[in-house]
């Protein structure tokens, strides 16, 4: 009986295997898996975060004695740009997209992402753009403006150089990367869930990726925009930040630190969910206050985007905004508290069991608790006009980052490090390379406190001698160099324990997460079959979990169908819905990436037709791949044996397409709304603003556009519900019907633009409509491509009747774009005419 | 041993050099009012969250090092209201309400407000690629970083930019504020006494970002107005 049973389950491991398996050789390239893409972000992110560290060290080497010319003032400012860009961008968030991508479907229960190829499409943009940005460092013309790439100093103006746009193309194409996770990590949380996984049930660590999946969703969109903008500025001449046109170089400080900030709790909020995982861990006992801490890690989310301007208050901003923005950045204090507490609780009614990642815990604590009461200090203002800009805030940053970041990354490194390997690292490498670091780190930025209360201000390649800097600053060298030399242990150590690592037992530290009822390392499917969960520690709950997962008696144990799939449920409670159809290997995401890699080249190389060609491939790429869903043949064709008792997710009408469409129009609308805010921003608050004598926009005309529009939408909602009605009658023609209209209206819209009289590279306020009328113009279009492409899958009937998902799931796109045709009506041309100004 | 003898020489060394706070550009040694508010918050701060950061890592250690309670004690929830609460709610509100108590005033001090009696010297300082440019209207007199003015008096700064951002801080006498563009800000100054003070430009402005510095030279009010009028004289 049981050897029949084990026979059956190993048949199933294979036959799972070979389904989930990447494809051999180079067509590994092709992957689409969480685990394979999640270790290759944090592989990519690591040798990214040893780049950054180098330039930290050569930094360091200047600024060790006064007065040295080692490195001139011009390699100095790339240094320190590039040091912050790629630390941020490029190591940071994405380590921790690759860790949230590699576990989060291992801990909800489920077998991967929900948008696999989006995985590897997000990781593509990433690594290209990264390489791009790497590019300009090894040829010697990085962006030197800083990190934060203040205007006009980053403008064409003053820095005519390719470096500026190096920057602005290389982080917009790595931030297509993080909103494609962002969007991808929210859907999969909120909707894959396994049975019974209610979100008051779900792993602490979840919640803390949801809020950051959602803050990325929100945070990002603010640069994106101001990216754009300012790259248009440096290629064209359309002034937005340009005092002379009417624009503002502070609209661009507003729109950086709008996401400046929530990135800086999007770093750290993971990472503090790693604290909150581990320390019930090796406490022995859940973790005290579960409620407290998920509503304190919304709380911050939230208060993350209150805060901005407190990186602005030497601006000359309005002292009662100072004062806001001085108590909302001391409040978020009060989350980050509760949450400390917590964890001193759990520990408190907990039996400790000491190890090195609790070692990287308790570095972390100190560090962290050190630089958030130095961002208190920072908070209140007149103490901030003396220190800001200083190596004050240079020492508190590091604080906050490596404190708030690395130490529980390291932390996270050496507990789930025998969840990659399989193996344990050594304890003693491991120790050398924690006491190294910590003092190293502490040598150099805690008297960097003192550096800068003694005047010394940041982003100087050099200082004079005797000003009272010199000591402080050879201290801080050596101790980089001594972090350096932890770093370095901790590689050794990684790289031996691969070699030379014991045998990880199963469950090694006694974890109540699921992530540990993989096999060790896991293979590609995680999960044999997947459990109905009652319990929020179900491996402390039920220790033969498992087991009797991995002999496949639980949920989606089947593999006659060949279908990579995993379980879909219900947003709240987890109540099963539908099982989700996973798309397998697939080239159409390295190919995407590389199409907008020729995009962002050629528009570094200004060669615009190129760049347009480019534009053309990727929208060809996109829409094939969109092609290759629901029944087609690469997807899960319509069969005999359909399962009867849940449905495949693409014969619904809830499925995840239609939640990622929502949160992807979140993300657009986020982006909608910065430029609202650059509009109003730049009506209030520019020095030279002003307004053309006579409107630029024919009414009329726009009227006309947006009432058909309005008919549009209104029919395509009709096709959807009749649709879903079961009544596909003539489906076909109306689609094409409203396809046609749809042209009508872009045409009409076209028209207005063709017909306004806008002078863009004169006037701030004509550039901004101008964006705004090819932003419409953009939303419209692609509407109406969706809407053929629908009409044709009507034909090949891959939509219809019985599937009328994907009608569904373009809907809300429709009334969105139907949303900000009549928003930018009432914002961009009625209210200036009521206030008067035209 | 080999320990102690290495970090004696160094630890000399770090005091020797940082000689007590006492730098050209040390907030830490405040000439003006607006520095010594800021000075003063920054020690106040300094002890009351070192208190805090011991306290913390105290009760961090102490709670990984105690014996658990016997399963099922029933004051265990109440220790962890008393923590989430105390700690999580209490203590950064109280910190937070002290902060504020000392800082509202001391930056409202700081403020370009009128002054009691008299009215504020206007200077105008322009902030160029990498120099500072220093006006003092109705006169005629135009300087290149330099700023001269009376101590005891309050002086009001207007500064704008030429090109990109730039930061005028003078450390020992008061905060920082940006010179930008289009705009023009306005930072107050006052000096207790007559010498001779150190700025710099404290805002990323490029290449010669390191090399931006001025000095400010304040004399007696009598002084001052013989200087000036001196100076309207040499043009």
């Known amino acids: ?838 | 041993m080999t320990g102690g003898r290495i970090t004696a020489p160094l630890a000399v060394f770090i005091l020797g050099s940082s000689a007590g706070c006492g730098g050209p550009y040390s907030t830490l040694d405040p000439a003006g009012p607006a520095a010594s508010a800021a000075a003063f918050l920054w020690w106040g701060m300094f002890g009351l969250f070192t208190l805090v950061l011991v306290f913390v890592v105290g009760l961090w250690l102490y709670a990984m090092r105690r014996d658990p309670d016997p399963a099922g004690g029933q004051d265990v929830g109440r220790v962890h209201r008393r923590l989430l609460v105390g700690g999580g709610l209490v203590l950064p509100m109280a910190s937070i309400l002290v902060l504020l108590a000392f800082g509202i005033p001391a930056g409202h001090m700081m403020l370009p407000l009128p002054p009691a009696e008299g009215e504020a010297l206007r200077i105008d300082v322009r902030a160029h690629q990498w120099y500072w440019e220093t006006h003092y209207p109705g006169t005629g007199v135009r300087l290149v970083d330099e700023v001269h003015m009376p101590a005891g008096v309050p002086v009001n700064v207007h500064l704008t930019s030429e090109d990109v951002i730039h930061s005028f801080w003078v450390p020992r006498l008061a905060g920082k504020l940006d010179a930008i563009p289009g705009h023009e800000n306005v930072l107050r100054l006052r000096a207790y006494s007559p010498g001779i003070y150190r700025g710099q430009c404290a805002e990323f402005c490029g290449v010669g970002h390191a090399h931006m510095q001025f000095t400010v030279h304040v004399y007696t009010p009598e002084d001052f107005e013989a200087w000036l009028e001196a100076a309207q004289h040499d043009d």
């Open chain 1, 1 to 838: 009986m049981t050897d029949r049973n084990n026979a059956a389950a190993g048949e199933l491991q294979q036959g799972l295997g070979r389904v989930w398996a990447n494809l051999p050789g180079l067509g590994a390239l092709a992957a689409v898996n969480h685990t394979t893409l999640g270790l290759r972000f944090m592989v990519t992110g690591a040798v990214f975060f040893l780049i950054g560290g180098l330039l930290a060290m050569l930094m360091r080497t200047q600024l060790a004695l006064p007065e040295q010319e080692i490195i001139g003032a011009q390699l100095y400012n790339q240094f320190f740009t590039m040091h912050g860009t790629v630390m941020m961008f490029l190591f940071a968030i994405p380590i921790l997209e690759g860790l949230a991508i590699y576990l989060i479907p291992k801990m909800i229960g489920a077998r991967d992402l929900v948008f696999p190829r989006l995985t590897a499409f997000a990781y593509y943009c990433y690594l290209f753009g990264g390489l791009i940005i790497l590019l300009s460092l090894v040829m010697g013309i990085a962006p030197d403006s800083g990190w934060f790439m203040y205007t006009p100093l980053s403008s064409a103006e003053f820095a005519p150089g390719p470096g500026s746009d190096f920057w602005l193309l290389g982080i917009t194409f790595v931030e297509i990367s993080a909103m494609a996770t962002g969007v991808e990590l929210t859907v999969s949380i909120l909707r894959t869930r396994t049975a019974g996984m209610s979100l008051r049930s779900m792993p602490i660590f979840c919640w803390y990726i949801l809020v950051m999946a959602l803050m990325i969703v929100f945070g990002f969109p603010p640069l994106i925009l101001a990216s754009i903008l300012l790259e248009i500025e440096r290629a064209a001449g359309l002034p937005f930040f340009a005092v002379a046109g009417g624009g503002d170089p502070i609209l661009w400080q507003h729109l950086f630190w709008l996401f400046g900030h929530p990135d800086v709790y999007i770093i750290f909020l993971p990472a503090a969910g790693v604290v909150s995982t581990l320390i019930p861990v090796f406490a022995g006992r859940p973790l005290v206050g579960y409620r407290w801490v998920v509503l304190s890690v919304i709380t911050t989310g939230f208060i993350s985007f209150g805060l901005w301007v407190h990186h602005m208050f030497t601006v000359g901003i309005p002292h009662l905004a100072q004062a806001f923005f001085s108590v909302a950045s001391m409040l978020v204090a009060v989350p980050t508290a509760i949450q400390v507490f917590a964890w001193i609780a759990t520990l408190w009614s907990g039996r400790v069991a000491w190890s090195l990642p609790l070692l990287w815990i308790m570095g972390f604590l100190v560090v962290f608790v050190c630089g958030g009461l130095t961002g208190v200090m920072l908070a209140l203002v007149p103490f901030n006009w003396q220190v800001h800009d200083t190596h004050f805030v240079v020492a508190h940053m590091h604080y906050v980052m490596v404190g708030g970041m690395l130490f529980p990354v390291l932390a996270a490194l050496y507990y789930w490090l025998p969840h990659l390997s399989g193996r344990m690292a050594s304890q003693r490498l491991g120790y050398w390379g924690f006491w190294l670091f910590f003092i190293g780190f502490n040598m150099t930025f805690l008297l960097m406190h003192l550096t800068g209360l003694e005047g010394m201000p940041r982003r100087v390649y050099t200082y004079e001698a005797g000003l009272g800097w010199d000591g402080l600053n050879l201290l801080s060298s050596v101790g980089g160099f001594v972090m350096g030399g932890g770093v370095a242990m901790i590689i050794i150590d990684v790289a031996l324990h691969y070699r030379f690592g014991r045998q990880a037992p199963a469950n090694p530290w006694n974890a109540d997460t699921l992530e540990w009822a993989t096999s060790l390392p896991p293979a590609p499917y995680n999960f044999v079959s997947l459990p109905t969960l009652s319990s929020r520690h179900p491996l402390w709950d039920q220790p033969d979990l498992p087991e009797s997962m991995a002999a496949g008696q639980h949920g989606l144990a089947t593999m006659a169908h060949g279908r990579r799939e995993t379980l879909g449920t219900d947003a709240l409670h987890g109540k099963p819905r539908e099982i989700i159809h996973l798309p397998t290997n697939s080239w159409l995401p390295l190919l995407g990436a590389l199409a907008l890699a020729v995009v962002c080249i050629s528009l570094l190389l200004r060669a615009y037709p190129a760049a347009l060609f480019g534009v053309a491939l990727a929208a060809a790429l996109f829409l094939r791949w969109s092609w290759e869903n629901g029944v087609h043949l690469k997807a899960a064709p319509l069969a005999d044996d359909e399962p009867d008792d849940l449905p495949l997710h693409s014969r619904s009408c809830d499925g995840p397409g239609l939640w990622g469409m929502v949160v992807s129009l979140l993300a657009n609308g986020a982006l909608y709304l910065s430029l609202l805010f650059a509009w109003f921003y730049l009506w209030t608050a520019s020095p030279g603003w002003r307004v053309p004598d006579e409107r630029a926009v024919a009414l009329l005309p726009f009227l006309a556009a947006g009432a058909l529009l309005s008919i549009v939408m209104a029919l395509y909602h009709r096709a959807a519900i009749r649709a879903v009605q079961g009544d596909a009658e003539g489906l076909g023609t109306r689609l094409w019907q409203i396809s046609a209209l749809g042209v009508v209206h872009w045409g009409l819209l076209a028209w207005v633009l063709y017909d306004a009289a806008l002078a863009p590279t004169e006037l701030a306020h004509d550039a901004v409509l101008l964006v705004m009328l090819l932003y419409l113009l953009i939303h419209s279009a692609l509407a109406v491509v969706l809407t053929v492409l629908q009409a044709l899958r009507v034909g090949y009937g891959y939509v219809g009747a019985r599937l009328p998902y994907e009608l569904l799931v373009l809907r809300p796109f429709w009334i969105y774009t139907l949303g900000v045709f009549w928003l930018s009506f009432a914002a961009f041309l009625l209210l200036p005419m009521a206030w008067g100004g035209q």
